[in-house]
């Protein structure tokens, strides 16, 4: 099975640290994150990725390179004249997959999440793509209706709300999880630009189905902050997730 791995940041939250460095390979006892995030999918078997690269594209490069020759399979999609945010990234990386659906993983996320059963979720309700979404505090996030469909985003800090269609009642806030399993066909509604794939559901969610797969126990961390970061290298000091 195919996989994407989001690994363009510019890793802004990080301040200092990504001066010098690409946010994913920033090391979590032994491990840099874009290692961490290859052998989670190709574990779970999606093995075959691609990343797109801007940031550092020359270190990224090398280190796709060292974990090929580990035995992994990792094609990269350039992003180096322009960052293309999560939407228009993907949308470049389109000539990669095939006809079955594939998975789209923020390199930044260390969870223990079964993706498999994420996949078969997917396929059991069908729809145009399924994101991993999770209980917890944050400002923004995914409105969703009774049966877990999209309907729906929430910026609480300043208060602003996207509906994607009629569906404006009884909608529960749900914090995305940065992994979705995703349709091939989800291109014939996309083009090329500078776009986030939430801004691209938020689109598409009044004509097209986009479910979600609740993950409420185990373990989720976005390492995109040095407070998170430190979090997840304490947690995993004993424990080993890939």
Not at 73 to 100: H, K, M, N, P, Y
Not at 128 to 140: D, E, I, K, Y
Not at 184 to 198: A, D, H, L, N, Q
């Amino acid at each position: 099975m195919k996989a994407m791995i989001l690994a363009a940041g510019m890793g802004t939250r990080l301040g200092s640290i990504t001066d010098s460095m690409p946010k994913v390979l920033v090391d979590i006892n032994g491990k840099n994150l874009l290692q961490r995030s290859v052998e989670k999918c190709t574990l779970s078997g999606f093995d075959e990725i691609i990343i797109n690269v801007h940031h550092y594209a020359d270190l990224v490069e090398e280190e796709a390179m060292r974990l090929n020759r580990l035995g992994f399979s990792i094609t990269v999609s350039d992003e180096r004249d322009q960052l293309l945010d999560t939407g228009g990234g993907l949308f470049r990386a389109r000539g990669f997959f095939d006809d079955s659906p594939f998975l789209l993983y923020n390199a930044d996320i260390i969870t223990d999440l079964d993706l498999k059963a994420l996949y078969g979720h997917h396929l059991l309700k069908g729809g145009l793509a399924t994101l991993a979404v999770r209980n917890r505090p944050g400002n923004r996030f995914l409105l969703i209706d009774r049966k877990g469909i999209l309907r729906g985003w929430y910026n609480k800090n300043t208060g602003e709300k996207i509906l994607s269609s009629h569906f404006g009642e009884d909608l529960t806030e749900i914090a995305f999880s940065g992994i979705h399993i995703i349709e091939p066909e989800i291109f014939k509604y996309m083009s090329e630009g500078v776009y986030s794939m939430t801004a691209e559901y938020l689109r598409l969610a009044g004509s097209r189905t986009i479910n979600t797969f609740l993950h409420n126990t185990g373990v989720w961390f976005d390492a995109g902050t040095p407070e998170r970061l430190n979090e997840a290298r304490v947690y995993l000091k004993n424990i080993d997730l890939s």
